[in-house]
């Protein structure tokens, strides 16, 4: 089952904060985030394996709240770079398959000048 | 490294052909996944190999795809017959543990 992503969208100010979050019906054995600009592959940022880890990306970081099955992407001090869109992929201790990855559908990050 | 390479970068065939898209992993890389990606649907797991071998297939839509990986350095999917809902951008992505995944440029399918 696809995970839940929100917001849909969102577009900020270069250098404000953005927070996305990804749920799941399901209990998580990893989640993983990856970015995709426009006509372009997705790009790896970071995968969290365990409930509570938290990883750093450059201003990039990710948290995962087992209990919550949830994760939340938070991007600091946005630059124009950052502009894409973000899609979080799960993996479920369910699935039988620990590289079984189900992307949601993503939010698309705006950074204007 | 070169990265992922996908061949063609872009198809355009009719209803009813069969189509063949390329990749060729990272070298040193034992996980080979098959993606598609629209507009409706997002981006799915077809099928992924470790180590040549499909582990997981259960994403493959119907028996009209198949996936090979006959060697570490070369992997096909195949469509026949295609149909027009089977366009899409498909991407091959490969992994050195299968946790972070490495994308390449995408196939553009385009099935008239």
């Known amino acids: 089952q696809q995970p839940v992503q929100s917001p849909q969208a969102v577009i900020l100010r270069e250098g404000e904060d953005a927070v996305i979050n990804c749920s799941s019906s399901?209990?998580?054995?990893?989640v993983h985030w990856y970015r995709q600009k426009h006509g372009e592959a997705p790009v790896f940022l970071m995968i969290?394996?365990?409930?509570?880890e938290q990883k750093g990306h450059d201003k990039i970081s990710a948290s995962f709240n087992e209990k919550k099955q949830q994760s939340s992407l938070y991007l600091t001090a946005s630059q124009l770079s950052y502009s894409g869109t973000y899609f979080c992929?799960?993996?479920?201790?369910?699935?039988?398959?620990?590289?079984?990855?189900?992307f949601g559908s993503g939010t698309q990050l705006t950074v204007l000048p | 490294d070169a990265g992922v390479i996908q061949s063609p970068r872009h198809e355009v065939t009719e209803m009813g052909q069969e189509v063949t898209l390329r990749c060729k992993p990272i070298?040193?890389?034992?996980?080979l996944f098959w993606y598609r990606q629209t507009m409706m649907r997002g981006l799915e797991l077809l099928i992924y190999?470790?180590?040549?071998?499909?582990?997981?297939d259960s994403g493959m839509p119907e028996d009209r795809f198949s996936a090979k990986m006959p060697n570490a350095s070369f992997s096909t999917l195949k469509i026949q017959p295609s149909e027009p809902r089977d366009s899409a951008v498909y991407f091959c992505?490969?992994?050195?543990?299968?946790?972070?995944?490495?994308f390449g440029p995408g196939t553009r399918l385009t099935v008239l």
């Open positions: 399901k209990a998580l054995y990893s």
């Open positions: 070298s040193g890389h034992d996980y």
């Open positions: 969290l394996l365990k409930g509570g």
């Open positions: 992505a490969s992994s050195p543990r299968g946790h972070e995944q490495f």
């Open positions: 190999f470790n180590n040549n071998v499909p582990i997981d």
């Open positions: 992929g799960t993996v479920n201790i369910s699935s039988g398959s620990a590289r079984q990855l189900t």
